[in-house]
């Protein structure tokens, strides 16, 4: 089954509920480099700050891409700009590229004013590259792909159009790194209606298995880790500073505002340290000759 260009990809309105608060508002709580999804561990109890869980974590995406032994990298949903960020600094020959739906998000990383860094408001469906990338890492964007009412077989198809376009813009045997939230042992007929309808309106988490079947014949995956204690870990984190930093969130943006996003974390740690929800990452590999 094809999926309608209206059923994929996530709308523009949507990512713009969620991520066009305000940069300010996001400053308050992410960490200094504006990173908006889980960090990565290497100890079991998980104990060194969210800044360095947050390197190591962009590290091994570049690593997982082979981005760096490559140059061109693509980041589909590149939030802030801090993994293109990273990729560029550690060669003045590396290039970047990256999608966004966010407007404040494209205009932050404008304002970089780097050569090696080209940023697009677009979504990877109209993406057109002018050569083949080296590396594509593509970390939380995945949950937005899909409709919250789609059937499993049409989220399936969205995901493969995904998997065909990313094998078609690499260099034969060329690497994908991913990372998503996938629902553990929640179903989507019981998910959360709040963090839904509120803060993430028009997404839905993929299950583990779609996202096997929807790559199976263009990519091999080389790896695959279930780190959902890392994103309780980093929620817990971005909860505390959102507490801490309470007086000044309500003064500029709010109480309700505040409550939304206490109660959307919240849930969120819950979600991730009783396994009803999943962060998984993969390494995959592209299968064309
Ligand atoms: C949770 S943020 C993660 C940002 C960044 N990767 C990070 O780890 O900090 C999700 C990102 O995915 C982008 N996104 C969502 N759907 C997209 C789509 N269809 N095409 C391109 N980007 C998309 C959003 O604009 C946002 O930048």
Redesign the pocket.
Known sequence: MVASISNR??SAAA?QHH?DVSNEFYQLWLDST????SGLWDSPTLDDDLEAAQHRKIDWHLQASGATTGKRLL??????G??MQRHIQSNPQNQATG????HN?YLHIRTLNSPQIQVCE????VHQPTAPYDAIV????FE??AQPEAASDEKISVYREFFSRCQQWLKPKGKLSLQTIAYGSLNAEDKNVFTQTEIFPDSELPRPGEIFIASDGLFEVKTYRNDRLHYGKTCDLWLKNLRRQKPLVIEQFGEELYLKYEQYLKLAVAGFYFGQILLLRFEMQSLAK
């Not at 980041?75 to 802030?80: K, R």
């Not at 999608?99 to 966010?102: A, E, H, K, V, Y």
């Not at 677009?122 to 469906?125: D, F, V």
């Not at 593509?138 to 964007?141: K, L, N, W």
């Open positions: 990809g996530g990512i991520y504006l990173t908006y999804s980041d589909i949903g590149c939030g802030w801090a993994l999608l966004t739906l966010s998000q677009e979504s990877w469906i593509s970390i939380g964007a937005h792909f």
